[in-house]
């Protein structure tokens, strides 16, 4: 595989071949992210596709094209969550055997996707590259044929079909920004997109606590990104792959890292002004342009991929807690007050007449650090964004309160 190369006729061989089983996905513009990047930007909803992810392009690519033989003896797969649901589905519609292994922490929603769509599913490891170790042992001992999540000519072939219906719905186009994990999806856009217009500029786009493309391009060949610690499972891969990386590096413009708040920013702006459930993983792309928001000119019209949109709700309800706070739609205050009956009650009134309305109280009484005539009192305030934060700052402050400002869900 280390000499596989992937070319244009094979993207567009894809295409042809995927014409009977998906639909091109939407292609809207969003004007609040156009009036902050200064051009028209585009969101390529792939969070609309069949499985809930762009992966069913390349799973079906890489099943389809096995031979008889090789189909009956089934497929085995490694996967976080999107590839699995891809190639369980692609296995139901081609009526093959799918074997599934999943790590420990895999969102509960994809493992009960995976398996609805009739693949066996096993939990194991803690990440990516642990389950393919396992997956890579099930090949060996059954025969059954190893589905890669990204390393391999076919699925980024299929991944690449993306990149031709950007083109056809935004023939204009000049900056597309993708979603790295292992790249399967940044190498076959850039290789579709930049053999009919080579002046596009492709980004990739990685969560800084995963992003093993960097330090892989430095040192000129894949790299281990060690501990990797991110909510976007999908792009949670810790290495490159001999398939992806050098085309990722001969025809990518760059890889940029986002964080982890910016992350939750960017599906809560796409949740609230965009009416998009997102994942993590496929919310990268506009993370990375709402932090560029007045610091970088960019080439238009750009469009966004949203590369999938299997999340589960109780992570959901997290990231909106989260991503409120990073943008400022919470605060927490803790003051001290002498211990006496109405001081609590006062503080909330005081908050009451900032416009900041309580989420939680917590009132201590008993701490080491504590005079005894003294009680400490934190408040979880929701307010309407940094500038209001400040304001009920200054209106504490002024009603003679010493104010220490926390995180929410932090001491």
Not at 142 to 155: E, K, N, Q, R, Y
Not at 294 to 313: F, K, M, T
Request: with cysteine; proline share 5%; charged share 20%.
């Amino acid at each position: 595989m280390a000499n596989a190369r992937v070319t244009p006729d094979d993207v567009r061989a894809a295409r042809q071949l995927l014409s009977q089983v998906i639909a091109p996905t939407p292609l809207g513009h969003n004007r609040a992210l156009s009036e902050w990047a200064g051009v028209d930007v585009f969101l390529k909803c792939e969070n609309l596709q069949r499985a809930g992810s762009f992966k069913v392009r390349g799973a079906y690519t890489r099943m389809s094209r096995l031979t008889p033989e090789q189909k009956a003896r089934g497929v085995v797969a490694a996967s976080a969550g999107n590839h699995a649901q891809g190639v369980a589905l692609a296995a139901r519609m081609l009526g093959i055997d799918a074997k599934i292994y999943m790590p420990l922490g895999a969102p509960m929603p994809k493992i009960a996707a995976t398996k609805g769509y009739g693949a066996a599913v096993e939990l194991t490891g803690q990440t990516l590259e642990d389950a393919l170790v396992v997956a890579r042992a099930h090949e060996a001992d059954t025969g059954a044929v190893l589905i890669h999540p990204f390393d391999h000519t076919d699925i980024v072939a299929g991944q690449g079909t993306c990149g031709l219906e950007i083109l056809d719905q935004c023939p204009g186009v000049e900056t597309i920004l993708v979603s790295a994990g292992g790249g399967g999806l940044l190498a076959g856009v850039a290789l579709a997109v930049k053999d009919a217009k080579p002046g596009v500029k492709v980004f990739g786009v990685q969560a800084e606590q995963a992003a093993a493309y960097p330090q892989s391009l430095r040192a000129g060949r894949p790299t281990l990104f060690p501990n990797m610690s991110t909510m976007a499972d999908g792009i949670a891969v810790g290495l490159p792959g001999e398939v992806t990386f050098p085309l990722v590096r001969d025809l990518v413009d760059g890889i940029e890292v986002v964080s982890e708040d910016s992350l939750s920013r960017a599906l809560l702006f796409l949740l609230e002004r965009a009416k998009l459930v997102v994942e993590p993983a496929g919310g990268a792309a506009v993370a990375h342009l709402m932090d560029m928001r007045g610091r970088r000119q960019w080439e238009g019209p750009l469009v966004a991929i949203l590369s999938g949109g299997n999340i589960d709700p109780l992570l959901m309800m997290r990231i909106i807690r989260h991503g409120m706070t990073a943008a400022g739609r919470y605060l927490q205050i803790t003051v001290r007050v002498p211990d006496r009956p109405g001081r609590l009650a006062q503080l909330l009134l005081d908050c009451a007449e900032a416009d900041a309305n309580v989420v939680e109280v917590e009132h201590l009484r008993t701490a080491a650090t504590l005079d005894i005539q003294d009680v400490e009192i934190t408040v979880q305030l929701e307010t309407k964004g940094p500038v209001h934060c400040e304001e009920v700052l200054r209106r504490l402050a002024a009603k003679g309160y010493l104010v220490h400002v926390g995180r929410p869900g932090n001491s």
